[in-house]
């Protein structure tokens, strides 16, 4: 994938859009995406940069978009994102949803939904517990529980 990237660069760079001119600004975003799908973004505006000095600054970034206007890296974390961390709670949906909570789940802030549960299947401790929220502080704990949870999904 390195390879394309540094051709995507070159060709950008061989062509005279690589470099911003001094009168104009270009957006940087910065993407990050943690496990499960979270995306943070970081924006910025810049007057002349070039991609090959933005990609020798982010190291280990991806170009995933360009044009005259903004340039769009991203980079994969392997793991979950800071508000799942700070505030995160596995709970169901009324609908038997299984879902990420931002604070418990009688606050009802969704982050993100998964999979429907057949609750006729859970026992009667786990279903308890989603009520009141399971506490997402790590990967670990996320992975453990969606890999658990997913042999009650409702087949579709």
């Known amino acids: ?11 950008c760079l061989t ?13 940087i975003l910065l993407q990050r995406v943690y496990v499960g799908g979270d995306i943070s973004e970081e924006i ?10 933005l990609l020798q600054k982010y190291e280990g970034w991806k170009l995933v978009d360009y044009d005259d206007e903004q340039i769009t890296l991203q980079k994969y974390i392997d793991d979950i994102s800071p508000i799942i961390k700070t505030s995160g ?11 990420i909570f931002e604070g418990t789940p009688r606050e009802e802030k969704v982050i993100h939904s998964f999979f429907q549960i057949d609750t006729k299947k859970l026992q009667s401790y786990k279903k ?22 997913k042999n009650y999904a409702k087949e579709n």
């Open 1 to 11: 994938m390195k390879r394309i990237v540094c051709m995507v660069v070159f060709i």
């Open 15 to 27: 062509m005279g859009v690589g470099r911003v001119h001094a009168d104009s600004e270009i957006t």
């Open 44 to 53: 910025y505006t810049a007057k002349e940069v070039s991609v090959e000095s």
């Open 89 to 99: 709670y596995f709970g169901l949906g009324d609908d038997g949803t299984l879902k």
């Open 128 to 149: 308890q517990r989603l009520k009141n929220g399971i506490r997402v502080k790590s990967k670990f704990t996320f992975e453990r529980v969606l890999k658990d949870l």
